[in-house]
T-cell receptor, first 111, second 113 residues
Framework: TQLLEQSPQFLSIQEGENLTVYCNSSSVFSSLQWYRQEPGEGPVLLVTVVTGGEVKKLKRLTFQFGDARKDSSLHITAAQPGDTGLYLCAARTSGTYKYIFGTGTRLKVLA | NAGVTQTPKFQVLKTGQSMTLQCAQDMNHEYMSWYRQDPGMGLRLIHYSVGAGITDQGEVPNGYNVSRSTTEDFPLRLLSAAPSQTSVYFC????????????FGPGTRLTVL
């Protein structure tokens, strides 16, 4: 069974701090996605990373795909209260059209 | 475009009742999927479809049926509801099965008593 493990599960920080969220697996994926979910809503895609070692930036968010395409990280610089939410990583299991999701990192940024 | 729509938003069932959760998309997407989200467990894939007339099981298919008679609609049927099926259900779609960008609906919160 392929699993995506996210850490930390919960994170509460002050506005202006930096943070990193991790998504790890023992499996190799062709691509990996990061979503953000707000209470009462469905997840919204932030980014898809495809190439091992790839780094993508979305304003204050930096996403990296591991060289071996087994893990990924999300770094937020100078966090703001608007970054509060549940961050989920997801990947398609190899050779199928089935997606698996990590258990999520619940981030709270305090003003 | 309305995107992905789900009805109802909330539903309460008694054990043993059956019901259908509706999902529709107006983006002409080939791939559609159903997930359930439980506290601390992320999203788990129930069933998915790579196109009209084609469905397959996901990680947790037991107790659920799906059909895909049109590109737009992908209903999820609970055959005989159980308390273990209390969850938030999300439908999602993407252009194709391998485009890896899923658009999610707003969810249906289901409680089974």
């Amino acid at each position: 069974t392929q699993l995506l493990e996210q850490s930390p599960q919960f994170l509460s920080i002050q506005e202006g701090e930096n943070l990193t969220v991790y998504c790890n697996s023992s499996s190799v994926f062709s691509s990996l996605q990061w979503y953000r979910q707000e209470p009462g809503e469905g997840p919204v895609l932030l980014v898809t990373v495809v190439t091992g070692g790839e780094v993508k930036k979305l304003k204050r968010l930096t996403f990296q795909f591991g060289d071996a395409r087994k893990d990924s990280s999300l770094h937020i610089t100078a966090a703001q209260p608007g970054d509060t939410g549940l961050y989920l990583c997801a990947a398609r299991t190899s050779g199928t059209y089935k997606y698996i999701f990590g258990t999520g990192t619940r981030l709270k940024v305090l003003a | 475009n309305a995107g992905v729509t789900q009805t109802p938003k909330f539903q309460v069932l008694k054990t043993g009742q059956s019901m259908t959760l509706q999902c529709a998309q107006d983006m002409n997407h080939e791939y559609m999927s159903w997930y359930r989200q439980d506290p601390g467990m992320g999203l788990r894939l129930i069933h998915y479809s790579v196109g009209a007339g084609i469905t397959d099981q996901g990680e947790v298919p037991n107790g659920y049926n799906v059909s895909r008679s049109t590109t737009e609609d992908f209903p999820l049927r609970l055959l005989s509801a159980a308390p273990s099926q209390t969850s938030v259900y999300f439908c999602a779609s993407s252009v194709r099965a391998d485009t890896d960008t899923q658009y999610f609906g707003p969810g249906t919160r289901l409680t089974v008593l």
